[in-house]
């Protein structure tokens, strides 16, 4: 089975603290990614990597960074954080080619 | 318009009632598709991916027609268990590991 690895499941921060939320998979996955999910929003995509050192842009990657240095590491960054990023953090894998992706138990971020 | 989707629901069903879901994508490039199962406050999981000629998997079925840009999923016999957000998923482009996700369809199923 894949498995997708969140460092934390829940973490609290204060504005404007700089917060790494790290993930790992065990699969030689070349697609990794990094959600947020909110009530009522559905799930939004930050950024997305296909391959160690390359990144792209989600939907919404305001306020946020990302960095693939290894292939199966991808984390998330928040510069400084701030309050109306407080949310779940989903982090996925896939292989290439369309295939489904595979995502971690999630962070539950709160920035006080 | 949103590039996919589902009616929120919820669907309220008794145990052992046959239910059924639509999603309705907007990019006819769309590639693969795929039904996840999210649990309240839990990451969603691949329920089944979704095959031009229809695909079974027990008291699941999945059935995809690209002429009208929809999928569906048709629940037989409906458990306690399967009380869940369903969520229609629905990937785009050559590359295609980016996918969209719809909001889900909230499920509960009632002794």
């Not at chain 1, 934390?8 to 697609?31: A, I, P, W």
């Not at chain 1, 050192?53 to 400084?80: A, H, N, T, W």
């Not at chain 2, 406050?41 to 079925?61: A, C, H, Q």
Request: glycine share 8%.
């Amino acid at each position: 089975d894949v498995k997708v690895t969140q460092s934390s499941r829940y973490l609290v921060k204060r504005t404007g603290e700089k917060v790494f939320l790290e993930c790992v998979q065990d699969m030689d996955h070349e697609n990794m990614f990094w959600y947020r999910q909110d009530p009522g929003l559905g799930l939004r995509l930050i950024y997305f990597s296909y391959d160690v050192k390359m990144k792209e842009k989600g939907d919404i990657p305001e306020g946020y960074s990302v960095s693939r240095e290894k292939k199966e590491r991808f984390s998330l960054i928040l510069e400084s954080a701030s309050t109306n990023q407080t949310s779940m953090y989903l982090c996925a894998s896939s292989e290439a080619g369309g295939q489904p992706q595979h995502f971690g138990d999630g962070t539950r971020l709160s920035i006080l | 318009r949103k590039e996919v989707e589902q009616d929120p629901g919820p669907f309220n069903v008794p145990e052992g009632a046959t239910v059924a879901f639509n999603c309705t994508y907007s990019n006819s490039a769309s590639q693969s598709f795929f039904w996840y199962r999210q649990d309240c406050r839990k990451e969603p999981k691949l329920l089944m991916s979704v095959y031009s000629s229809g695909n079974e998997d027990g008291r699941f079925t999945a059935q995809l027609n690209r002429a009208s840009q929809y999928i569906s999923l048709l629940i037989r016999d409906s458990k306690l268990s399967d009380s869940a957000t369903y969520l229609c998923v629905v990937n785009r482009g050559a590359n295609a590991g980016k996918s969209t996700f719809g909001d889900g369809t909230t499920l509960t199923v009632k002794p």
